[in-house]
């Protein structure tokens, strides 16, 4: 299973053992007593993953083995030390308050967070091995394999696949859990009616956020684009003036449906608040779904951002271009704001002490509003990790603001190896080379030198974006620029110290 796809088997998996079933969500504080779970547990289960008794022990042996002096003070006593050499399920251990308030302390500090996740990576291991020998090696099979086995035990899931008959799909997976629940000696089996709606809601998750393991393979084999801030950044201000008025807002909710399959089952109405919308547009438009959420709901976005670990719960951060801020209305001004979002966009000018959000949906068009940093009704930041180190550099002290827009990738070709002209002759428009731009922006001029205006078809570039490299001319300053095309179509000027051959 790559690495997508076992991200994905732990947000459905956590969701479902402490999530609340919200996917990608989960609880590292997660405690359950004896007994709390079913009748038969009888000692505790520990951590997101709903680790019960010898698992729940080898959870915190690995916690006093990663960290054994954080472990020694939170651990004062050493009660809990002293129960690493017993067997708690035997014992029917059952803590007391104050040995309770030492586990979740445990659990919750950063090694038993990488602890837990740690050990849930292992146990899937195991599963997934288990499923690829004896049943399947379809994705989506083998995450259910690990959802069920993860419930019920080597038993219950070998009971469920053997019933199985030809290939194993889901639809067959359910309709054999559903035999148990006609067993009626036994109210605990894995397809019983209190494990249902688990079932059903790992099942919707699954079918949603899975990936094919072949068709990922094959992308991983396509050479990847770079998903920058400069292009989100140019693709949000290029938006600005869609409407609901004149209906060109339906553009961008076309894009937003255009995704498949449509997160939570729901498509996106023209007459929908279509912020978030907008702001997962930008995403599918230029294909940054992997670094950034798709979700029509302020709610979910940010939940799908915590799942991703790119949500900032800070007032006070200082965003940078192609961040996203959500707002939330009601704020009071007072204190670091944690109500419920009602509104989202992407920052498309940043400073030390303001930035300019562009968002869909303000006033019923994309439009652009003024922030303060740490300003009221900031409700947090989504900081998608982009490639780079994420910050915008320029090619020279001029142009603070501007960002490039996006430019479609060019081909190599097969082309000559001399430039035709060198000084202020009429320059060559055959490929020479293809360029690889290595500045973050890059102005695109009429002529070459820094005192010429950009072109107003794609007046920047940004970092490796490929262009067509057809002649070398030099500045009044002797600085030497190259004459390029750009996507096939636009020709300009831009300085040869950030152009590589690519």
Same mark, same amino acid.
């Given at each position: 299973?790559?690495?997508?796809?076992?991200?994905?088997?732990?947000?459905?998996?956590?969701?479902?053992?402490?999530?609340?079933?919200?996917?990608?969500?989960?609880?590292?504080a997660?405690?359950?007593?004896?007994?709390?779970?079913?009748?038969?547990?009888?000692?505790?289960?520990?951590?997101w993953?709903?680790?019960?008794?010898?698992?729940?022990?080898?959870?915190?042996?690995?916690?006093?083995?990663?960290?054994?002096?954080?472990?020694?003070?939170?651990?004062?006593?050493g009660?809990?030390?002293?129960?690493?050499?017993?067997?708690?399920?035997?014992?029917?251990? %059952?803590?007391? #308050?104050?040995?309770?308030?030492?586990?979740?302390? +445990?659990?919750? /500090?950063?090694? @038993? &967070?990488?602890?837990? $996740?740690?050990?849930?990576?292992?146990?899937?291991k195991?599963?997934?091995?288990?499923?690829?020998?004896?049943?399947?090696?379809?994705?989506?099979?083998?995450?259910?394999?690990?959802?069920?086995?993860?419930?019920?035990?080597?038993?219950?899931?070998?009971?469920?696949?053997?019933?199985?008959?030809?290939?194993?799909?889901?639809?067959?997976?359910?309709?054999?859990?559903?035999?148990?629940?006609?067993?009626?000696?036994?109210?605990?089996?894995?397809?019983?009616?209190?494990?249902?709606?688990?079932?059903?809601k790992?099942?919707?998750?699954?079918?949603?956020?899975?990936?094919?393991?072949?068709?990922?393979?094959?992308?991983?084999?396509? %050479?990847?684009? #770079?998903?920058?801030?400069?292009?989100?950044?140019? +693709?949000?201000? /290029?938006?600005? @003036? &869609?409407?609901?008025? $004149?209906?060109?807002?339906?553009?961008?909710?076309?894009?937003?449906?255009?995704?498949?399959?449509?997160p939570?089952?729901?498509?996106?109405?023209?007459?929908d608040?279509?912020?978030?919308?907008?702001?997962?547009?930008?995403?599918?438009?230029?294909?940054?779904?992997?670094?950034?959420?798709?979700?029509?709901?302020?709610?979910?976005?940010?939940?799908?951002?915590?799942?991703?670990?790119?949500?900032?719960?800070?007032?006070?951060?200082?965003?940078?271009?192609g961040?996203?801020?959500?707002?939330?209305?009601q704020?009071?001004?007072?204190?670091?704001?944690?109500?419920?979002?009602?509104?989202?966009?992407?920052?498309?000018?940043?400073? %030390?002490?303001?930035?300019?959000?562009?968002?869909?949906?303000?006033?019923?068009?994309?439009?652009?509003?003024?922030?303060?940093v740490?300003?009221?009704?900031?409700?947090?930041?989504?900081?998608?990790?982009?490639?780079?180190?994420?910050?915008?550099?320029?090619?020279?002290?001029?142009?603070?603001?501007?960002?490039?827009?996006?430019?479609?990738?060019?081909?190599?070709?097969?082309?000559?190896?001399?430039?035709?002209?060198?000084?202020?002759?009429?320059?060559?428009?055959?490929e020479?080379?293809?360029?690889?731009?290595?500045?973050?922006?890059?102005?695109?001029?009429?002529?070459?030198?820094?005192?010429?205006?950009?072109?107003?078809?794609?007046?920047?570039?940004?970092?490796?974006?490929?262009?067509?490299?057809?002649?070398?001319?030099?500045?009044?300053?002797?600085?030497?620029?190259?004459?390029?095309?750009?996507?096939?179509?636009?020709?300009?000027?831009?300085?040869?110290?950030?152009?590589?051959?690519?």
């Open positions: 299973m790559n690495k997508q796809n076992m991200k994905v088997l732990t947000n459905v998996i956590g969701a479902v053992e402490s999530g609340g079933q919200i996917y990608g969500k989960r609880n590292y997660a405690y359950a007593a004896p007994y709390t779970n079913s009748n038969v547990e009888h000692t505790i289960t520990l951590g993953a709903q680790n019960y008794g010898a698992e729940a022990r080898k959870l915190i042996q690995m916690i006093y083995d990663a960290d054994p002096e954080g472990f020694k003070k939170i651990d004062s006593s009660s809990i030390k002293a129960m690493l050499a017993k067997d708690w399920v035997a014992i029917k251990w %059952k803590p007391t #308050a104050a040995q309770k308030k030492v586990l979740i302390s +445990l659990i919750t /500090s950063d090694a @038993g &967070k990488k602890c837990q $996740d740690d050990l849930f990576a292992e146990l899937m195991k599963f997934i091995s288990e499923c690829e020998k004896n049943y399947s090696k379809d994705v989506q099979v083998i995450m259910m394999y690990c959802e069920i086995r993860h419930l019920g035990g080597a038993g219950p899931v070998k009971r469920i696949f053997d019933r199985i008959s030809g290939t194993i799909t889901l639809d067959k997976i359910m309709a054999s859990l559903v035999k148990d629940q006609k067993d009626t000696s036994n109210s605990n089996q894995v397809g019983d009616v209190k494990f249902w709606s688990r079932h059903m790992c099942k919707e998750f699954i079918e949603q956020y899975a990936v094919s393991e072949e068709k990922t393979a094959k992308k991983e084999e396509v %050479k990847k684009v #770079a998903k920058t801030r400069a292009a989100i950044v140019a +693709l949000a201000k /290029s938006w600005k @003036g &869609k409407n609901e008025g $004149d209906g060109s807002h339906r553009e961008i909710i076309d894009i937003y449906n255009s995704f498949k399959p449509h939570r089952g729901y498509k996106l109405q023209y007459s608040p279509w912020c978030a919308g907008t702001a997962s547009a930008l995403a599918i438009k230029l294909g940054y779904t992997d670094i950034i959420p798709v979700e029509c709901s302020c709610y979910y976005w940010i939940e799908h951002a915590k799942a991703m670990g790119i949500w900032v719960e800070n007032d006070g951060y200082v965003p940078k271009l961040d996203f801020v959500l707002y939330d209305w704020d009071s001004g007072s204190g670091d704001n944690q109500g419920v979002a009602d509104h989202i966009g992407i920052v498309t000018k940043a400073g %030390k002490t303001s930035f300019t959000v562009t968002e869909g949906n303000k006033n019923n068009a994309v439009g652009d509003r003024s922030m303060q740490n300003g009221r009704y900031i409700r947090g930041f989504v900081t998608p990790k982009y490639d780079g180190d994420g910050t915008t550099t320029k090619e020279t002290s001029k142009k603070k603001d501007e960002t490039p827009e996006a430019v479609p990738t060019i081909s190599k070709a097969k082309s000559s190896s001399k430039f035709t002209v060198t000084g202020d002759g009429t320059p060559n428009k055959t020479v080379f293809v360029g690889k731009v290595t500045a973050n922006v890059l102005n695109v001029r009429s002529w070459a030198g820094i005192s010429n205006p950009n072109i107003r078809s794609y007046p920047q570039l940004a970092n490796g974006n490929l262009v067509s490299v057809c002649d070398s001319i030099l500045a009044n300053d002797k600085s030497e620029w190259y004459y390029v095309k750009i996507a096939g179509k636009w020709f300009g000027f831009v300085s040869a110290k950030y152009i590589t051959r690519a």
